[in-house]
């Protein structure tokens, strides 16, 4: 089975500019969830989508929004970028039924200059 | 809020030794996780413990959960140094069943010396 997969790896961008990350979970999982990774604030959760439901939702400001598709593919969304949103961002996914395991992907790493 | 503290923060040991690395936890949870990461990738999961008492292992780890102390332990036996890497506990807090909202503690970064 092929793993998490997020797209694109790498991201450079300017401050006050929005961006798009995706996130492709494990075949047949419906759960995703995203994760910001700061060297500050550690790691922390962002929100949790179940078949295209948002579920769980972390303490961030709404510049920070997602969205589920029937697919399961997930898409999260920052606008106007601020130089503190610089960070790796992590998606996992859970099959959300019957399995508590949380699968992680490679992440993004995003750069706000 | 919860809060999750894992200890040591930092831990450097020899090959061959044990040691033991302490996550706590603030309020009632019904899973918790141990991820490993090493430089510049993602999170690799190591164990999930579901209920009280619940032992696992992995080759030279062992992971254990104490619901009422609200402790999770990972000890590590015969150190090597491909086991170096930063090891994250995480509590679930989600509203139940299948949710997943993870609350991840600092990380230990373990470094394993010849």
């Known amino acids: 089975k092929a793993g998490v997969t997020q797209t694109p790896r790498y991201l450079i961008k300017t401050r006050g500019q929005q961006v798009t990350l995706s996130c492709s979970p494990i075949s047949g999982h419906r759960s995703v969830s995203w994760y910001q990774q700061t060297p500050g604030q550690g790691l922390q959760f962002l929100f949790e989508y179940f078949s295209e439901t948002q579920r769980n939702k972390g303490n961030f400001p709404g510049r920070f929004s997602g969205r589920q598709f029937s697919n399961s593919r997930s898409e999260m969304n920052v606008s106007t970028l601020e130089l503190g949103d610089s960070a790796l961002y992590l998606c996992?996914?859970?099959?959300?039924?019957?399995?508590?395991?949380?699968?992680f992907g490679p992440g993004t790493r995003l750069t706000v200059t | 809020e919860l809060k999750v503290e894992q200890n040591p923060l930092f831990l450097s040991m020899q090959e061959g030794k044990n040691y033991t690395i302490y996550c706590n936890y603030s309020t009632t949870s019904d899973r918790l996780y141990w991820y490993r990461q090493d430089p510049g990738k993602s999170l690799e999961s190591l164990f999930v413990l579901l209920s009280n008492g619940a032992v696992k292992q992995e080759g030279r780890l062992m992971a254990s959960l104490d619901t009422k102390a609200r402790l999770s332990t990972l000890h590590i036996t015969a150190a090597v140094h491909d086991l170096s890497a930063t090891y994250f506990c995480a509590v679930d807090i989600g509203s139940g069943g299948s949710n997943y909202k993870l609350t991840f503690g600092k990380g230990t970064l373990l470094t394993v010396n010849p």
């Open positions: 996992a996914s859970s099959e959300g039924a019957t399995s508590y395991e949380q699968y």
